[in-house]
T-cell receptor, first 115, second 113 residues
């Protein structure tokens, strides 16, 4: 079964440092997402990306965050200057506009620890 | 109005029993209601999903019941097994919102052997 792959699986970074989380969505998918989950809490939407631009973003996705699709396969989330409260599991997800409609597939996540 | 409320927060069921998790939503623009299963350290995995044009959908031991007028939907796990022990999230999405999902707060299910 096709899957969304994410790297790194775990990253520890110092507060104030820049972090880039990488994702390879499922190849024929058109919508891409980043979600985050703080330990023990619910999954929260960050941003959606379609046709090489941001479609929607949440209040969490402030100026410190950016997304990019630098080539035809990778989808990245950059946090410019990390804060302690950015510590969370970050999930990439993707979907297609096919018959399955809104079936959104999630990667296994990148666990970010800011110290 | 974007919230999805989920209950209970945790649930303990004996092996072979029925697990029931409930969710309620406010936004009538939602037209897609999936349930995700998450094991520790893993990403959410789609379990089953329903659209509001049907009141029930069954896949194996998993059933979604949907009540459009009450804006509620629930997951029933029949013959619960210890391997079903995980966190379950309901979610809701709409075609008018770039297919983003709003998640419930999660239910930690423990199935005792």
């Amino acid at each position: 079964e096709p899957e969304v792959t994410q790297t790194p699986s775990h990253q520890v970074t110092q507060m104030g440092q820049e972090v880039i989380l990488r994702c390879v969505p499922i190849s024929n998918h058109l919508y891409f997402y980043w979600y985050r989950q703080i330990l023990g809490q619910k999954v929260e939407f960050l941003v959606s990306f379609y046709n090489n631009e941001i479609s929607e973003k949440s209040e969490i996705f402030d100026d410190q965050f950016s997304v990019e699709r630098p080539d035809g396969s990778n989808f990245t989330l950059k946090i410019r200057s990390t804060k302690l409260e950015d510590s969370a599991m970050y999930f990439c997800a993707s979907t297609t506009r096919g018959i399955s409609g809104n079936t959104i597939y999630f990667g296994e996540g990148s666990w970010l620890t800011v110290v | 109005q974007q919230q999805v409320k989920q209950s209970p927060q945790s649930l303990i069921v004996q092996k072979g029993g029925i697990s029931i998790i409930n969710c309620a939503y406010e936004n009538t623009a939602f037209d897609y209601f999936p349930w995700y299963q998450q094991f520790p350290g893993k990403g959410p995995a789609l379990l089953i999903a329903i659209r509001p044009d049907v009141s029930e959908k069954k896949e194996g031991r998993f059933t979604i019941s949907f009540n459009k007028s009450a804006k509620q939907f629930s997951l029933h796990i029949m013959d619960s097994q210890p391997g079903d022990s995980a966190t379950y999230f309901c979610a809701a999405g709409g075609s008018g919102s770039a297919r983003q999902l709003t998640f419930g707060s999660g239910t930690q299910l423990t199935v005792l052997p």
